[in-house]
Each structure stands twice: as structure tokens, then as C-alpha cells.
């Protein structure tokens, strides 16, 4: 992979690192050898601006498609070689669950966020987050990472997902359309873009808690700006979400 050669803090004509900065073909080998690892890339973008400006631009890239590489080959078909919110927002997407403190979207819900080892996104699953007349809209969701035993709230779920092409979806169109309202304070964990809320915007089927195996009274997702998808659920004992069916 060639990269343009940029030895100088392109931000900064004060940054301390201006004399003795590593070429990035160096800093691309070296993280191509520790596999893109996501918490040394996150060290890295600390260190100034420069690193961090790298990092969105080349490393968490590569992260992201090293990760995923199915589904980011997928989400770059439409010709962008980039995607929306950018790449350091997709990477913590794919390997952070973001909880939800207590007061936020979630009631008053406290789980705090965590990074997670590995989580399946799925095509198909995201399907069953969509009203059947945006089913041509491409989502990616995860499994719901589960957090068990939540007194009151019972067995929850966290999901988390990314739409294609979101500026050209259907479902941004509809939200449009239907005068959905962007909450007033709440951003998204991933990009900090503003969130629709698709429970009061009447945009969640019932496909979806039969998908996660969740309660259909106790699901609500939120959608940002850039097309990030995150969402909580009140999962089913497992004998009753191996019963559930999704509806023809």
C-alpha cells in the first residue's frame, strides 16, 4: 500500500513532534505486524494530532477491514472510499458496547460500556430491523451482547449496528418525511452525531424482537445521523426465545 509521506504535524506548527516523526509507511508496517491492534492505535491517536489524524485516516481503516473484511468490501461496494462517521467511529462500533448510564436513552438504565472480544454483524439479522418498505436499505446488526440479571429490568441486551449508503437510505428518507424529531441532548457514542429514535418515530417491527429474542413491548433503538444503529432489548428466557418465530 503506498502513502503519502507527511513528516510534519499537519495540524500543528507548535506540536512538539515536528523534528524526528517516523514516515508513515513506517508507523503502516509496524501496526501491519501487531495486526491492527485496536488499544495501541488508540494510544497512538494520544500522542498528537498528526498520530491521531493517521489513525482515522489509514489505521483504523485497516482495522476496520482486517476485522470485517466481508462486511466493509460490502460497505465501500457503492464506490466511496470511505464510509460514514468515518473509520475510527466503525472501528469502536465493531469492538465497543456502549451500555447506557442512567438518565440517558435508556431510562434510568445504568450498565456501563465495555469493549468486547468479538461480535457477529449480520445482513440478514439487519433485515428484521427494518419496515418491509425499506428492506432494499442495507444494516448490518450484531448479536445482542447480553448483560444478565439486571434486577427489575431482567435479562437485557445491547445491540449495535451500521447502515450502507445511510444518507441515501429509505429509512433516513421516512425518518425525513415523518417529521421525526433528533433527540435534544444524547449523541451517538460512536460518531457524537444526533440520534432519531425509531420507537417514537413507530419505525420498529415486530421482526425485530423475534430476531434478537426479546420481548416486543421491550425493545428501542436509536439511528444517527451517519447511520450508526445502537439499541436495548429485554431478552426472553431461553426456552421462550428458542419457541419464538419470526411472523411470515
Known amino acids: 500500500m503506498i502513502l503519502t509521506k507527511q513528516y510534519r504535524c499537519i495540524h500543528?506548527?507548535?506540536?512538539q513532534c515536528i523534528?524526528?516523526?517516523?514516515?508513515e509507511d513506517v508507523i503502516f508496517l509496524v501496526f501491519q505486524h501487531l495486526n491492527w491492534n485496536p488499544k495501541l492505535i488508540?494510544?497512538?491517536?494520544?500522542?498528537?494530532?498528526?498520530f491521531d489524524d493517521l489513525a482515522k485516516r489509514v489505521l483504523w481503516k485497516e482495522f476496520c477491514k482486517t476485522r470485517a473484511p466481508k462486511?466493509?468490501?460490502?460497505?465501500?461496494?457503492?464506490?466511496?472510499?470511505?464510509?460514514?462517521?468515518?473509520?475510527?467511529a466503525l472501528g469502536k462500533l465493531l469492538i465497543y458496547c456502549s451500555g447506557c448510564s442512567g438518565g440517558g436513552l435508556f431510562n434510568n438504565i445504568q450498565i456501563p460500556g465495555h469493549f468486547v472480544h468479538r461480535t457477529r454483524f449480520s445482513r440478514t439479522s439487519g433485515k428484521s430491523f427494518l419496515l418491509p418498505q425499506c428492506r432494499t436499505d442495507v444494516l448490518y446488526v450484531s448479536d445482542?451482547?447480553?448483560?444478565?440479571?439486571q434486577g427489575e429490568e431482567g435479562d437485557v441486551g445491547f445491540f449495535r449496528g451500521v447502515f450502507k449508503s445511510f444518507f441515501v437510505s429509505k429509512?433516513?428518507?421516512?425518518?425525513?418525511?415523518?417529521?421525526?424529531?433528533?433527540?435534544?441532548?444524547a449523541v451517538c457514542p460512536y460518531c457524537k452525531a444526533k440520534l432519531w429514535?425509531?420507537?417514537?418515530a413507530k419505525m420498529v417491527p415486530q421482526s425485530a424482537s423475534c430476531r434478537l429474542g426479546a420481548y416486543e413491548d421491550c425493545i428501542e433503538y436509536y439511528v444517527c445521523l451517519n447511520g450508526h444503529l445502537l439499541g436495548i432489548?429485554?431478552?426472553?428466557?431461553?426456552?421462550?426465545?428458542?419457541?419464538?418465530?419470526?411472523?411470515?
Open 233 to 248: 432489548c429485554t431478552l426472553l428466557p431461553l426456552s421462550d426465545s428458542e419457541e419464538a418465530s419470526e411472523p411470515e
Open 12 to 15: 500543528s506548527s507548535s506540536c
Open 144 to 149: 445482542p451482547c447480553e448483560h444478565l440479571d
Open 171 to 185: 429509512v433516513r428518507k421516512m425518518l425525513i418525511d415523518r417529521g421525526a424529531q433528533l433527540h435534544p441532548t
Open 71 to 88: 462486511m466493509m468490501l460490502d460497505l465501500q461496494s457503492s464506490g466511496s472510499h470511505s464510509v460514514d462517521g468515518n473509520w475510527r
Open 42 to 50: 488508540a494510544s497512538l491517536s494520544c500522542v498528537c494530532k498528526w
Open 197 to 200: 429514535n425509531m420507537l417514537k
Open 19 to 23: 523534528k524526528g516523526h517516523l514516515s
